[in-house]
């Protein structure tokens, strides 16, 4: 029975300073990389085939940090744009807490965790999975149909995506979902 696990890259600069990411390319912080190792030793008795992950440094650093922990530094990896963060426009290095302060809570609650709501300038989780779910089914799920065990390494949201996607939740219910950084999550497929 193959296995796709999923691990959402560990803490980032911008997750410490509390930003706005979305595709800014910004790397981990120490504990970004204990989390990522963490990741690892959990996932030795995994044996991966293959692992995919987006083209954003702080994914790729945790994809490597997290083989060299499980002993599988040599697994073979591919990047693609399509497992990026999605792209939050014109909030993109701002303070969270700021932008709460000038739009209100309810507002960057609903530009954070709506499926169909864009942040200004930026993608709405609906616009994610658009690019993440065919990608899934292109290059990631003809692996797991041949049963082999595959890791992804991603971010908050396109990580939320291809789990709407896996668990079948729905747009309202995938609002109150949120991914820690570095923890595996296990799919038997």
Avoid: C
Avoid at 173 to 187: E, K, M, N, Q, S
């Amino acid at each position: 029975m193959p296995v796709l696990v999923l691990v959402r890259h560990g803490q980032s600069t911008y997750n410490l300073q509390n930003l706005f990411t979305g595709e800014t390319d910004v790397p981990l912080t120490p504990q970004g990389r204990e989390e990522a190792k963490a990741a690892g030793e959990k996932l030795k008795d995994t044996p991966f085939d293959h692992g995919f992950t987006s083209v954003l440094q702080r994914a790729i650093e945790t994809m490597s940090l997290l083989l060299e922990a499980a002993h599988q530094p040599d697994l073979p990896v591919t990047r693609d744009r399509a497992l990026n963060e999605r792209n939050y426009g014109n909030l993109q290095g701002l303070n969270k807490a700021d932008i709460a302060k000038k739009y209100g809570e309810e507002q960057v609650a609903i530009w954070r965790r709506s499926y169909t709501v864009r942040p200004p300038g930026g993608e709405s989780l609906e616009d994610t999975y658009k690019r993440v779910i065919p990608y899934y089914e292109g290059h990631i799920l003809p692996l797991l149909q041949k049963g082999e065990n595959i890791l992804v390494v991603a971010h908050g949201n396109s990580l939320r995506a291809l789990m709407m996607y896996l668990e079948k939740i729905s747009e309202d219910d995938i609002a109150h979902v949120d991914l820690a950084t570095g923890v595996p999550r296990f799919y038997h497929l």
